[in-house]
């Protein structure tokens, strides 16, 4: 049973910084790629970040680009994501996913993660 817990979301004002945790349990984490995508009220579910396995291959959709960075610690099982100059538009319900295993990694498609986490909220207050 793979298990994905977040941890880190809060309010924060415009301009501070966050960072997020996801930590894995039941799957060699090492292995596998690791994504972040976020959920605002009213919206779809949209890509932020994902990492692959090894620490040079990160992608971020554009608009955090710059401002989030996405890091892993194979040793504690852990995916982070740092996020600075935070914007009311940041907004939304954070969730971590693990990479699905046997098929093409599309690591900007929901579909391409078989493993999510619950969720952490994150309020950007202007």
């Known amino acids: 049973q793979v298990q994905l817990v977040e941890s880190g979301g809060g309010l924060v004002q415009a301009g501070g910084s966050l960072r997020l945790s996801c930590t894995a349990s039941g799957r060699l984490f090492s292995g596998y790629g690791m994504g972040w995508f976020r959920q605002a009220p009213g919206k779809e579910r949209e890509f932020v970040a994902a990492m692959g396995r090894r620490e040079d291959s990160t992608y971020y959709a554009d608009s955090v680009k710059g401002r989030f960075t996405i890091s892993r610690d194979n040793a504690k099982n852990t995916v982070y994501l740092q996020m600075n100059s935070l914007k009311p538009e940041d907004t939304a319900v954070y969730y971590c996913?693990?990479?699905?295993?046997?098929?093409?990694?599309?690591?900007?498609?929901?579909?391409?993660?078989?493993?999510w986490g619950q969720g952490t909220r994150v309020t950007v207050s202007s």
């Open positions: 996913a693990t990479q699905r295993p046997g098929s093409l990694w599309y690591k900007a498609q929901a579909t391409s993660y078989d493993y």
